[in-house]
């Protein structure tokens, strides 16, 4: 498979593989706050995959999006009455960045330094008790 995520290996020898980065957002010492990490654990390995655990989201990690063509950012959060799946905002707060970043302000800087032009998704897991 080439960088641009071409696998010869089909009968064809055009198959295009999707190479998704799936990144699980929280603190697992924090009650619901690591169910991303544990949704992370129940996957099966796949070579069109790669999975990322971090407590919270830093600019750094806008670096490995630009090796991938989809991004999936999954999080705790209370105020989902169900799992969501949807494009991340490309709305960006107007807080300055500081030890943490949104999944918006990573995008962002995957796309401006990084040149990423794959799709970005987030991913929110019903959480209910982070203490």
């Not at 099966?44 to 090796?67: C, G, H, M, N």
């Not at 107007?94 to 800087?109: D, F, K, T």
């Not at 991913?123 to 209910?128: F, L, M, N, S, V």
């Amino acid at each position: 498979m080439d960088g641009a995520g071409w696998d010869s290996s089909g009968a064809d020898g055009a198959a295009f593989v999707m190479r998704t980065l799936l990144i699980a957002c929280g603190n697992p010492l924090r009650g619901d706050d690591g169910v991303a990490h544990e949704v992370l654990r129940s996957l099966e390995p796949a070579p069109d995959r790669e999975l990322l655990s971090v407590q919270q989201l830093t600019p750094e990690i806008a670096a490995e999006l630009a090796r991938f063509e989809r991004v999936v950012f999954l999080d705790a959060d209370v105020s989902a009455t169900t799992i969501t799946i949807e494009p991340v905002s490309e709305a960006l707060s107007s807080s300055p960045l500081s030890h943490w970043s949104s999944p918006a302000e990573i995008v962002a800087l995957a796309r401006g330094l990084y040149r990423f032009r794959g799709e970005a998704l987030v991913c929110r897991i019903t959480a209910r008790m982070f203490g």
